[in-house]
């Protein structure tokens, strides 16, 4: 029996440690009713979660980075007011911070469907809709996970990235957006692993600083259409 029903949250400005470790204790619970239901008679559904916060400044590496895409020593981090953390989702390293639209899907795929490039695509086809509502032009770039303007040619700059983790159909972790992020901290690493590409914001494409309540309202109804999800 799926269940399309997703318990949506804004955590708004949360400690990176701590909504990670809150992640942690959702993505077990649903992992451990799945492996309930695998002897159980009666099947109790899994639950689904759409959860948007925001970070403090803070730089986390993915299991398939390297550490010397980390451009700052500690007392550089010290001066950045930021910190760091080794992580275990996929991709690289990237930055979290103040105006960026970060998004935790914790859903069990086995309730929509199990394809985690499928998964990844959608959540991309999400962010693109929701930048043409403010009249962006945004897309993929081959061979790169993430959302990014004028990825044909050699302006390619990558305004949301991606990088989640996936175990027995539950995923975690999950897309970083820049809205009215402060780029200036993306100069202390290599982004993604991307050393000649640049990182752009939806405030520096328009001009102007986007209200960011506005902008999550409309990403969750794309998310929601997308995915057939009814939010709770």
């Known amino acids: 029996m799926k269940n399309k029903k997703v318990h949506f949250q804004d955590w708004g400005l949360v400690d990176y440690q701590e909504a990670w470790d809150r ?19 009666v099947i109790h559904p899994t639950d689904n979660y759409l959860i948007f916060t925001e970070h403090p400044h803070v730089y986390t590496l993915g299991k398939s980075g390297k ?13 950045k007011h930021a910190s760091y953390y080794k ?15 970060v998004g935790y899907p914790i859903l069990d795929l086995d309730n929509f469907f199990t394809d985690i490039h499928l998964y990844l695509r959608t ?5 693109i809709l929701t930048l043409k509502e403010y009249g962006i032009e945004a897309g993929r770039y081959p061979g790169y996970t993430g959302v990014w303007l004028d990825a044909d040619n050699d302006k390619a ?6 990088g989640v983790r996936c175990s027995r159909w539950v995923t975690m972790h999950g897309f970083a957006f820049n809205v ?8 202390n690493i290599v982004p993604c692993g991307i050393d000649d590409k640049d990182v752009t914001s939806m405030q520096r494409e328009l001009s102007r600083e986007v209200e960011v309540a506005e902008v999550k309202e409309i990403l969750k109804g794309k998310i929601a ?3 057939g999800m009814e939010i709770v």
């Open 23 to 41: 992640q942690e204790r959702v993505f077990a619970g649903i992992v451990a009713q799945k492996t309930a239901n695998r002897n159980a008679e």
């Open 67 to 79: 550490q010397d895409n980390l451009l700052l020593d500690e007392q550089g981090l010290a001066e």
């Open 87 to 101: 992580i275990n989702r996929g991709g690289d390293i990237t930055y979290h911070g103040p105006g960026q639209i």
């Open 123 to 127: 959540l991309e086809e999400a962010i």
């Open 157 to 162: 700059r990558k305004i949301c990235a991606m």
């Open 180 to 187: 009215n992020t402060d780029l200036s901290y993306f100069r």
């Open 225 to 227: 259409e997308l995915f």
